[in-house]
């Protein structure tokens, strides 16, 4: 090969490399500006519910695990524009993963504490668990559908997630072995709160979940698990999920 071809090829070459460099930090400030954007409907989303919820405000640490936890991981077959959307998305298996909003409220009002080991019941897509994963010591989710369980695992892997462990089975019934734990969040909709799921709560912790009917009304609910095994509910938020789904 010529000397000038040999340096019209190096030429291109680093042309190329440095247009794949330059999308490639396109892409990165594109992400942190659609997340950014993101951050601030969340917020909004927060002082607008205050009078149902009771928090005007959200703590920063959940709004700083919502800034940096990549959602457009999660939903890989949405452009980033969709993924930073405030607002659930399909992900295959007739479910979905919750809006941005929601996850925020619902992982604000478990009050969770660096050391604390908390169970999710609906692993879907993986993210809400990677968001508690950022604010805790170990999370433990349940997935009712294998591919979504396999498909949340491999993402984790591949995000350096070490934090989590999955298992596939009837969230339901809980992971007695791994409990009890110091929060539990329900991701999908039941008639009523899982007995088996209020047994595996330490006393004092909190439980976030939706009770209600598939196509009726459902209420967001915070329950306290209190001495003697008694607990209390409070209602905090008309809202619309999934179903939990199996035969318990
Ligand atoms: N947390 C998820 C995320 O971040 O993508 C979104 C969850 S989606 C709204 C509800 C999930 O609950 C679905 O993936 C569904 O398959 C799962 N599910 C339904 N019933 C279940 C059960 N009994 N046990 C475990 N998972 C269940």
């Known amino acids: ?69 990549p959602r457009h991981a999660f939903v890989d077959r949405y452009g980033t524009a969709s993924a930073y959307a405030n607002r659930p998305l399909p992900i295959g298996h007739g479910q979905t993963i919750s809006q941005p909003f929601i996850v925020a409220l ?51 892997e591949q995000l350096g997630i070490e934090n989590i462990a999955v298992k596939t089975g009837d969230g339901y019934f809980g992971w007695p072995e791994a409990g009890p734990f110091d929060g539990i969040m329900i991701t999908a909709v039941g008639p009523d709160i899982p007995p088996d799921l209020l047994a595996q709560l330490k006393v004092g912790g909190r439980m976030v979940l939706p009770v209600g009917s598939q196509y009726g009304a459902q209420n967001l609910k915070v329950v306290t698990r209190l001495e003697d095994g008694r607990h209390k509910a409070e209602d905090v938020l008309p809202v619309a999920f999934v179903p939990l789904t199996g035969d318990h």
């Not at 042309?15 to 892409?27: E, I, P, R, S």
């Not at 478990?110 to 170990?138: F, M, N, P, W």
């Open 106 to 156: 619902m992982t604000d009002l478990l009050d969770l504490e660096a050391d604390h080991r908390v169970l999710e019941i609906g692993t879907g897509s993986g993210y809400q668990a990677a968001v508690l994963a950022a604010l805790v010591k170990q999370v433990y989710t349940i997935e009712i559908i294998p591919a979504l369980a396999q498909e949340a695992e491999r993402r984790f």
């Open 1 to 69: 090969m010529s000397k000038r071809i040999q340096a019209g090829w190096a030429l291109l070459l680093v042309g190329w490399m440095a247009a794949l460099v330059g999308d490639a930090a396109n892409g990165e400030a594109e992400v942190t500006e659609l997340q950014a954007q993101l951050l601030e409907q969340i917020v909004a989303d927060a002082r607008e519910t205050r009078g149902y919820t009771g928090r005007a405000q959200l703590s920063q640490r959940v709004l700083d695990v919502m800034a940096a936890v």
